[in-house]
């Protein structure tokens, strides 16, 4: 079975553009979350996403927005670009979303802003 | 303070031996906790859950202390391939699962 799939799998952008990253979650799972993982530091929360509703989101500007799929998949929008938002962008997989339920990632999208 | 506090080392330990790492937390509502392993440019794969009673898988153990608001993992008889950042992390309700910065280890031979 395929399991967590996230594209493009790197993308160099300029400050001011919005970018739009994908992710197809595992077969079977219903919920879908999204991490920002600056390097040095640990995977910081975006949002969760459970059938197609938005369950958490974590301290990012609005400039950061999200959605979720009839069939699972999700996207990632960041507008207006800047610097610092250059980082690895990881989307995560589970079934439900429960507590204690075990995050399944993907290799993630490295996002670099030139 | 902050939420999660991880030593990032770099902990550099010789082949066998035993290593052991802390992660504190300031949340007390935390109710579930995990080692992820993260290898080099590559995505967080859970290592094991964090049980009250503590667990083993195989050279692994890991340690809740609620009292203390910390968990800790054990790696006995260090492995080259053990050589990876372990992140620790804690859920305090659905999924918004917070992480350590991460402890670097190298195993060297």
């Known amino acids: 079975d395929a399991g967590v799939t996230q594209s493009p799998t790197h993308l160099i952008k300029t400050r001011g553009q919005h970018v739009t990253l994908r992710c197809s979650p595992i077969s079977g799972h219903k919920s879908v979350s999204w991490y920002q993982q600056v390097l040095g530091q640990g995977p910081q929360f975006i949002f969760q996403?459970?059938?197609?509703?938005?369950?958490g989101r974590g301290n990012f500007p609005d400039r950061f927005s999200a959605r979720q799929f009839p069939n699972y998949s999700s996207e990632l929008n960041v507008n207006a670009l800047l610097l610092g938002d250059s980082a690895l962008y990881l989307c995560?997989?589970?079934?439900?979303?429960?507590?204690?339920?075990?995050?399944?990632f993907g290799s993630g999208t490295q996002l670099s802003v030139l | 303070r902050k939420e999660v506090e991880q030593d990032p080392g770099p902990f550099n330990v010789p082949e066998g031996a035993t290593v052991a790492f802390n992660c504190t937390y300031s949340?007390?509502?935390?109710?579930?906790f995990f080692w992820y392993r993260q290898d080099c440019r590559k995505e967080p794969k859970l290592l094991m859950s964090v049980y009250s009673s503590g667990n083993e898988d195989g050279r692994f153990t890991a340690q809740l202390n609620r009292a203390s608001q910390y968990i800790s993992l054990l790696i006995r008889d260090s492995k080259l391939s053990d050589s990876a950042t372990y992140l620790c992390a804690f859920s305090g309700g659905y999924q918004k699962v917070t992480f350590g910065t991460g402890t670097k280890l190298q195993v060297i031979p």
């Open positions: 995560a997989s589970s079934l439900d979303g429960g507590l204690g339920e075990k995050l399944f």
């Open positions: 996403y459970y059938e197609k509703e938005e369950r």
């Open positions: 949340n007390s509502a935390s109710q579930s």
